[in-house]
C-alpha cells in the first residue's frame, strides 16, 4: 500500500465512520483515530510521510473555516470573558505547567522545547469537542463555549509554538522579542484576515454563479493561512479573521442555491479533511512504537507525567475560574454562555480532548535545527504528544457519553423551542408586512391577497406548528395535508421525467450536455 492509497482509505473511513458513530453512539473522530491505530498495527501499511512544513497549511485552514462557519461574530463578543479564560489563560498555564514538568522529567530537555511541547498538547480540539457535544445533546451554552475555545485556543498554543520553536531552532531566547513577535504576529494576521475577507466578499460578487463561489471559499482560507505566514503572521488567526468577515458580511439572503450548496460542500470537506487528521493520529502509531523501541517503562513514565498535568490543570483552572465567571455575570448581569452548574463544570473539563492540531503540531516540529544538530529530543517530544493525545481523545473521548448520562447534563430544549418560536413570528410578521407594502402599491386581487395571507402565516406555522389558535391551526392542518398529497403526486410527475430524460441520455444521437441542462431545469424544480 503506497500513500495515495493510505489517504483513500483514510478518506473512505471518514465517510463511514460517521453512520456507523451514530449507531454506536460514538464520536466520528475517535472512530477513525482507532482506525489509524489498526491501520498502523498492519505490517503492509506504509509510515506517513508528510513533510512536517505542509501539516499545519494542509490541515488546519479548511478545518477552521468549517468550524467558524457554525458560530458567529455576535456570540463571540457575548462570550468573551469565558472565552478568554479558557482559550487564553488556560493555553498559557498549560503550557507553562507542561513545560516545567517535562524539563524536570526528560533528561536534557532544553526549556525551549519544552514550552514548544507544553504549546503544543495545551489546546483542547474544537472539532473532537463538538463532535461529542452535538451527538450528545449538550446544552447550547456549553457548545458555544467549547467551540470559542478550540477556536482561539489552537492561534494562542500555535503563536506560543512558533515562537518556542524559533528560541530551540536558534539557540537564543528574549522575552521582551518574544512579546513583540506575539505582538506583530496577532496584528499582522488580523490585517491579512480582513482584508482578505472584504477582498474575497467583492468577488463573490463579480463571480455570480454558485459553484464559482463555493470554489473560491475553497481557497480562501489556504490563501489567508499562506499570505499571514509569508509576512510573519499568525496564520491560524487571520484564517478565524478571514472566516468570520465572510459569515457576517458575505451572506446574502436572497442567495439561496449558494447557500444550500455552501453548507453541503463544506460538510463534505469538514468530513473528509477531519477523518483524514484523526486517523493519521492513530497512524502515528508507527513512529510512537519506533522511538519508545527498548526504553517503554521510561518514556511511559514522561508520557504519563504530562497526561496528569494537562488532565489535572484543566480541572483546578476551570473550577476557580467558572466561579469568578458565575459571580461576575450575576453582578453585571451580562448575557453569555456560561456553565451553570457543577456538572457542567465537569463535562466541560472532561471534553479537553487533544486532537488535530496537536498531532500537526508535533508532526511539524523541525528536523534540524540551524546549527544543522538534530532537534533536541523531537522523538521524544512526538512520543509524549501522541500519548497526550490517545489518551485524552480515547479515554475521555468514549467514557465522556457515559458522563454526560450520569451526571444528567441535556440541553435546554424549551429555551431552544421559544427562541425558535420567537423567530417563527418574527419571520411572519416580516412577511405580512412586505404584503401590505405590496398591497398598497400594486392592485391585488381579494382572492388572491386571502391566500397571500395564509401563505404568510404557513411561513411561521411551518417553522413552529404551535402557532395560531386552534381553529387556524386544524384549517392549516388541512391545507398541509392536501399540500402534502398535491406534492407527493407531482413529486412523483416530477420523478418520472427525469427518468425519461435520463433514459434519452444513452440514446443514440443525443446530445449529453443538453440532457444535464434538461435534468438540472428539473432537478431545481423539485428542490423548490
Do not use: C
Amino acid at each position: 500500500m503506497d500513500q495515495l492509497a493510505l489517504l483513500f482509505v483514510l478518506m473512505l473511513g471518514a465517510v463511514v465512520s460517521v453512520p456507523l458513530g451514530d449507531r454506536l453512539k460514538l464520536p466520528a473522530p475517535v472512530l477513525m483515530t482507532v482506525l489509524g491505530i489498526v491501520l498502523a498495527l498492519l505490517h503492509f501499511v506504509p509510515n506517513v510521510d508528510i513533510p512536517p512544513e505542509l501539516i499545519l497549511p494542509g490541515l488546519l485552514p479548511p478545518l477552521l473555516y468549517a468550524a467558524v462557519r457554525r458560530t458567529s461574530w455576535r456570540q463571540f463578543a457575548a462570550n468573551k470573558r469565558p472565552i478568554f479564560l479558557l482559550a487564553v489563560a488556560l493555553v498559557f498555564v498549560t503550557t507553562a505547567a507542561v513545560a516545567a514538568v517535562a524539563h524536570a522529567v526528560v533528561p536534557g530537555l532544553p526549556i525551549a522545547a519544552a514550552v514548544a511541547l507544553g504549546a503544543l498538547v495545551a489546546p483542547p480540539d474544537p472539532v473532537a469537542a463538538t463532535a461529542v457535544a452535538g451527538q450528545l445533546g449538550l446544552p447550547r451554552r456549553l457548545v458555544s463555549i467549547l467551540e470559542g475555545e478550540g477556536l482561539f485556543n489552537d492561534v494562542t498554543a500555535i503563536v506560543l509554538y512558533h515562537v518556542a520553536i524559533a528560541a530551540a531552532v536558534s539557540g537564543s531566547f528574549s522575552v521582551p522579542g518574544a512579546l513583540l513577535d506575539f505582538l506583530l504576529s496577532a496584528v499582522v494576521a488580523v490585517a491579512v484576515g480582513v482584508g482578505l475577507g472584504w477582498g474575497a466578499n467583492r468577488l463573490m460578487d463579480y463571480l455570480g454563479d454558485p459553484t464559482l463561489q463555493i470554489g473560491l471559499t475553497l481557497l480562501v482560507p489556504y490563501a489567508s493561512y499562506v499570505l499571514a505566514e509569508e509576512l510573519h503572521g499568525s496564520g491560524v488567526l487571520a484564517v478565524l479573521t478571514t472566516a468570520m468577515f465572510l459569515a457576517e458580511y458575505a451572506n446574502d439572503p436572497d442567495d439561496v442555491m449558494t447557500r444550500l450548496a455552501g453548507h453541503t460542500f463544506w460538510d463534505i470537506v469538514d468530513t473528509l479533511v477531519t477523518g483524514v487528521a484523526f486517523g493519521l493520529i492513530g497512524l502515528e502509531l508507527h513512529n510512537a512504537l519506533r522511538t519508545a523501541e527498548g526504553r517503554w517503562s521510561e518514556m511511559l513514565g514522561w508520557a504519563g507525567a504530562v497526561v496528569g498535568v494537562v488532565v489535572f490543570v484543566r480541572l483546578a483552572w476551570l473550577l476557580p475560574a467558572t466561579a469568578l465567571t458565575k459571580r461576575m455575570h450575576a453582578r453585571r448581569d451580562i448575557d453569555e454562555d456560561i456553565p451553570t452548574s457543577w456538572r457542567e463544570t465537569v463535562v466541560m473539563w472532561w471534553a479537553g480532548m487533544r486532537g488535530v492540531a496537536s498531532v500537526a503540531l508535533a508532526l511539524a516540529i523541525p528536523l534540524k535545527t540551524e546549527s544543522g544538530e538534530p532537534f533536541p529530543h523531537r522523538d521524544e517530544m512526538i512520543f509524549i504528544a501522541f500519548g497526550v493525545i490517545m489518551v485524552t481523545l480515547l479515554v475521555q473521548g468514549l467514557s465522556l457519553p457515559w458522563l454526560v448520562g450520569r451526571l444528567g447534563v441535556q440541553a435546554d430544549t424549551d429555551r431552544e423551542k421559544e427562541f425558535e418560536r420567537t423567530l417563527a413570528v418574527r419571520a411572519a410578521a416580516a412577511a405580512k408586512q412586505r404584503l401590505r407594502e405590496i398591497r398598497e402599491s400594486e392592485d391585488l386581487p381579494e382572492e388572491l391577497t386571502e391566500q397571500l395571507q395564509r401563505r404568510a402565516f404557513d411561513i411561521g406555522y411551518r417553522i413552529s406548528p404551535d402557532l395560531g389558535k386552534d381553529e387556524r391551526r386544524e384549517a392549516h392542518e388541512q391545507r398541509a395535508r392536501r399540500i402534502r398529497r398535491v406534492r407527493r403526486i407531482q413529486g412523483e410527475m416530477l420523478s418520472a421525467a427525469r427518468h425519461e430524460v435520463l433514459a434519452a441520455r444513452s440514446e443514440v444521437g443525443a446530445d449529453p450536455e443538453v440532457v444535464d441542462r434538461v435534468l438540472r431545469h428539473l432537478d431545481v424544480r423539485s428542490l423548490r
